[in-house]
T-cell receptor, first 114, second 116 residues
Framework: KQEVTQIPAALSVPEGENLVLNCSFT??????LQWFRQDPGKGLTSLLL?????REQTSGRLNASLDKSSGRSTLYIAASQPGDSATYLC?????????????FGTGTRLTVIP | GAVVSQHPSRVICKSGTSVKIECRSL??????MFWYRQFPKKSLMLMAT?????????EQGVEKDKFLINHASLTLSTLTVTSAHPEDSSFYIC????????????FGPGTRLLVL
């Protein structure tokens, strides 16, 4: 069974710092990996999607990398802002089941201090 | 962009009553919709996969008779929590896959259910 772990569970940084969030998964036979943002009491916003054949994706100040063989992904946030404060979730879908089922990590709660 | 809505956003009900939550894809057709449940400070857990015009597929440990799912059209799926109890209190999130683009799941804003 696929297990997704995110470290750290919570992170506080001063505004302007660069930071890295980590995600690891136990079954490397993934179809793709996504990073989501969730604001308190809200739904999910997809930030980046990396296909299993890709190594990284970039969107603005966000860069996500994928090392499928080692079962790891990182989300790099440059020049953090208070508006980046949220919970960040990574999720993988397995090749065997196609893209139907997403396995989520427990999230990293980020606080950017002004 | 693809938008998924949920209604209601928040509901409080008495124990023993049934609650229906709607999930709609507003600007695309969704052959498949997913229902997730999220406990405080926990991750999302898939409850069931809903396919238009057919029965839902439930994950292990999810009671079919407790959580009734209906996917009557390409833009609407409903989750009914029957005879709700306090332990059913949770945050329920749906997602939908665009029939045309296939893989990406678009998530709704979630419904907060509190059973007294």
């Amino acid at each position: 069974k696929q297990e997704v772990t995110q470290i750290p569970a919570a992170l506080s940084v001063p505004e302007g710092e660069n930071l890295v969030l980590n995600c690891s998964f136990t079954d490397s036979a993934i179809y793709n990996l996504q990073w989501f943002r969730q604001d308190p009491g809200k739904g999910l916003t997809s930030l980046l999607l990396i296909q299993s054949s890709q190594r990284e994706q970039t969107s603005g100040r966000l860069n996500a990398s994928l090392d499928k063989s080692s079962g790891r992904s990182t989300l790099y946030i440059a020049a953090s802002q208070p508006g980046d404060s949220a919970t960040y979730l990574c999720a993988v879908s397995l090749h065997q089941t196609g893209a139907n089922n997403l396995f989520f990590g427990t999230g990293t709660r980020l606080t950017v201090i002004p | 962009g693809a938008v998924v809505s949920q209604h209601p956003s928040r509901v409080i009900c008495k124990s023993g009553t049934s609650v229906k939550i709607e999930c709609r894809s507003l600007d695309f057709q969704a052959t498949t919709m997913f229902w997730y449940r999220q406990f405080p400070k926990k991750s999302l857990m898939l409850m069931a996969t809903s396919n238009e015009g057919s029965k839902a597929t439930y994950e292990q440990g999810v009671e079919k008779d407790k959580f009734l799912i209906n996917h009557a059209s390409l833009t609407l799926s409903t989750l009914t929590v029957t005879s709700a109890h306090p332990e059913d209190s949770s945050f329920y999130i749906c997602s939908a896959r665009d029939r045309k683009t296939g893989e990406t799941q678009y998530f709704g804003p979630g419904t907060r259910l509190l059973v007294l």
